[in-house]
């Protein structure tokens, strides 16, 4: 297998060789524009399981708990490491949590809010974006005291092009081999807080490790799953327990990040690049107008994952998500495809209720 | 054939049939405020908002196949829409009905049926339930052409239109602005601007009229003549004793939301300034014995408008302003027609809307109306439908009460009396009531 660094460990690596840390906040950016100026960016979604002894008395209890993570987190000391933030303007809660933190909580470091564009007229996103990307550079300037280099986010979206690379592999490899354990999923969200040449080493590694020792295709049937963020993790576990195993995933953590459809264009500038890697994110509720992409693109990957069953694993309370549910239900149960809807609060451990639905859909797939 | 038949039924409808059924209702009885103690009189105007919303709903019931229809969001830019003579109707402003009916638990049953959750805003569940099951307070809803949500008074709009536009086979049209940190970046503005353009290409298209820019001028200065006087009527409660609460601003704002634009809704206003100026003059008060003087954040719970007020009242309490009912007098400045482009204007007006800015800002705002309206308190309605409006609250308070200003978070929901428990909230309110005893 292959040694996975912690969180802890990769920051204190990325300080010893003289960079700066980002936090980076849920859940669509474009991390080489951070990278590129040799800074970490560390996604915070706080650690499952806490319990909100500091952040209750600031965010009621009907918030989306990633908001209510984050903030015990940053409370109890967590972000001190950091030395600026980045908050992808992502839904209604990410939004309130910008704003709650530099307004109300006392945070005075240097702090980003990027704008994905939701209209749907291309060319006044491609221009919005170009902008924004342009802001976020004199941001970045200003924080790493560096001046921006075309060749470093050339290296850098070339670096993030073999790391989509990379894990297109191994799901290739999953669905040969059927192979596929918690570990994988520890390794692919390494990638949260690792520099990307760096993660690209450990995939690599764990593919040449599966190529050798995993040639036997393990009798396991696929499901298909789609959500949020993959908390408690212990979703993995049951599935894999259970004889089943994840080919494409959905998680706006993990799968729906991976931008297939772009390719480096050595004919335009690396931010032009940038901005059309942007625009061919994957369909996402938090910015999508039409529910049927949406539908149509996860129709593509349940059908080349060769699934048996679908889970939709949301965060409670998180009304992009929420709100396209049912048209997923509708959709795959019309295909006669069992579907089971599950929302947790980013728990250590599944609650038993959940565990036993999770169980039983398993069973009865 | 069909077209010269349903223009036949439009007409027929509300120019005789209408103005007929108001003959009739003006010799009615009245149910308005009760004038009982501890109310002060009634507010005459009451029977006529009932019948400009009434014909408001009763124009729809008849528009389809005669006028282009819009579903719109609350802060959309209807005055695009307003000067291509669409009908507009505000899902919000009918959830608001079906609220204050206590609707929302049986129309809610209808998507919650289909597997949205009750987590979700209980306006968009009301809605698209009246909009599956056809039940609905006023009639029957048209049909849209087009739903056009703007997201800055929440994204949830986006989420909620993009359903609707799935369950209806209607195109969206987003009109993106992105949240207010601090100052606007210029690119924020040229982007929103541009989008509005776009909406205006788009509606011309539907409606097959060219948006003229003396029309448009004249829809936008209708619009911030309306809102002007809205802010003045708001003013009025300046005054001690109120003439009017904070209850009656609810209801009273359901013009500026929904008939922005018109001469009718600036002509309403108008009346209700003169109306409360005269109930100052003669020292009327809204509440009998008015001894102090709240602010509320937040929207109201539609549902329990009655209740609420009466308790207050009966303690001496009165609710002389919101930011909610202020959030449409809030950006009138910018809505300035005599500007060369009139999209710029809309543009600053429809980005610079409370939901859409930061928690600085809103706390400067209610600092603001505390002081101009001789508040000593504020209820904070922390609104499990309203998660964008509510999240900051208790920070919020916090710092109210550093400024000496007495603070209370209510936790309730805008629509849904599943989230309500009245024991639970009377306690709560009795406990903020003794803070004024000290």
Request: aromatic letters at 12%.
């Amino acid at each position: 297998m292959v040694a996975i660094p912690s969180r802890a460990q990769s920051i204190q690596d990325a300080k010893s060789k003289g960079a700066k840390i980002c936090a980076l906040f849920p859940v669509h950016f474009p991390r080489e524009l951070i990278e590129c100026f040799n800074i970490l960016p560390v996604e915070v979604w706080g650690p499952p399981g806490q319990e909100y002894n500091l952040a209750s008395k600031h965010v009621q209890p009907y918030i989306c708990p990633i908001i209510k993570n984050v903030v015990e987190f940053y409370l109890s000391g967590g972000m001190d490491v950091v030395d600026c933030a980045v908050f992808p303007h992502t839904c209604d809660s990410i939004q309130g949590l910008a704003t709650l933190f530099t307004d109300m909580l006392h945070w005075d470091k240097p702090t980003f809010v990027f704008f994905y564009p939701r209209t749907s007229t291309s060319e006044l996103k491609q221009q919005f974006l170009a902008d924004e990307i342009g802001k976020v550079i004199n941001f970045l300037e200003r924080v790493s005291g560096q001046p921006f280099e075309q060749g470093a986010l050339e290296s850098k979206i070339k670096a993030f092009e073999e790391n989509i690379h990379l894990r297109k592999q191994l799901i290739d490899h999953k669905k040969a081999t059927g192979f596929e354990s918690v570990e994988y999923w520890k390794l692919i969200r390494a990638g949260e807080y690792m520099f990307v040449e760096e993660h690209n080493k450990l995939l690599a590694a764990y593919l040449d490790y599966l190529k050798k020792n995993a040639d036997k295709r393990d009798q396991k049937r696929a499901v298909f799953i789609t959500g949020y963020v993959p908390e408690p993790m212990e979703v993995f576990e049951i599935i894999e327990k259970r004889g089943f195993y994840i080919v494409e995933d959905d998680y706006a953590a993990l799968g729906r990040r991976l931008v297939r459809s772009f390719k480096y264009n050595a004919d335009i500038s690396p931010i032009e690049n940038l901005v059309r890697k942007c625009l061919s994110f994957n369909p996402c509720p938090m910015f999508s107008q039409n529910v049927n992409d949406r539908l149509k693109y996860l129709t593509e990957l349940f059908q080349y994952s060769d699934a048996k069953g679908v889970i939709i694993h949301t965060v409670k309370f998180c009304e992009p998500e929420l709100f396209d549910v049912p048209f997923i239900e509708k959709h795959f149960k019309a295909m006669g495809v069992p579907v089971l809807f599950i929302d947790t609060n980013l728990e250590k451990k599944l609650l038993p209720r959940d565990r036993n639905r999770l169980e039983a859909f398993l069973e009865s797939v | 054939m069909n077209k010269i038949l349903n223009r036949l039924k439009y007409y027929g409808a509300t120019r005789i049939l209408w103005p007929l059924s108001v003959k009739k209702r003006v010799s009615g009885k009245r149910s308005s405020p009760s004038g009982k103690p501890p109310f002060g009189p009634p507010l005459q105007i009451t029977r006529k908002l009932r019948e400009i919303m009434g014909f408001h709903y009763f124009e729809g019931r008849f528009s389809e196949g005669v006028k282009p229809v819009a579903w719109v969001t609350s802060g959309a830019p209807i005055e695009i829409l307003r000067a291509l003579d669409f009908f507009i109707f505000y899902p919000e402003n009918h959830a608001a009905m079906c609220c204050v009916q206590r609707l929302v638990p049986e129309l809610s049953a209808v998507v919650e049926e289909k597997g949205f959750s009750m987590d979700l805003c209980s306006y968009a569940r009301c809605d698209m339930g009246s909009a599956i099951s056809g039940k609905t307070p006023v009639g029957k809803v048209p049909k849209p052409d087009i739903l056009i949500a703007c997201t800055n008074i929440c994204q949830t709009v986006l989420y909620w239109y993009r359903s609707l536009s799935e369950m209806l086979g209607v195109p969206l049209v987003v009109i993106d602005t992105p949240f207010v940190y601090g100052d606007v970046p210029q690119h924020h503005l040229k982007y929103v601007k541009a989008q509005l353009e776009r909406v205006a290409d788009i509606a011309e298209d539907i409606s097959g009229r060219t948006l003229e820019l003396d029309r448009f001028s004249h829809v936008l200065r209708l619009s911030a003549d309306a809102s002007l006087l809205w802010g003045e009527a708001l003013a009025a409660s300046k005054h001690r004793p109120a003439p009017w609460t904070a209850f009656d601003q609810f209801v009273h704002m359901a013009p500026i939301v929904s008939l922005r634009g018109t001469y009718e809704c600036y002509a309403y206003y108008a009346e209700l300034v003169d109306e409360l100026r005269d109930r100052i003059y003669q020292g009327i008060s809204a509440v009998q014995t008015e001894k102090y003087r709240l602010l509320w954040d937040n929207l109201p719970v539609w549902f329990k408008l009655r209740d609420f007020s009466t308790i207050l009242a009966e303690e001496g309490f009165n609710i002389v302003i919101s930011t909610y009912t202020n959030a449409w007098y809030q950006s009138t400045a910018y809505l300035n027609s005599d500007e060369a482009d009139p999209f710029e204007a809309l543009t600053e007006a429809y980005i610079h809307i409370i939901l859409n800015m930061d928690l600085n800002h809103k706390l400067e705002l209610m600092e603001n109306l505390m002081k101009d309206y001789s508040c000593d308190g504020v209820i904070l309605h922390s609104d499990k439908s309203c998660k964008p409006y509510s999240i900051g609250q208790y920070d919020l308070k916090e710092k109210l009460l550093e400024k000496g200003f007495k603070a209370f978070v209510l936790e309730a929901d805008h629509g849904d009396p599943r989230f309500y428990t009245d024991e639970q909230v009377k306690n709560r309110l009795q406990a903020f009531f003794e803070m004024f005893s000290y």
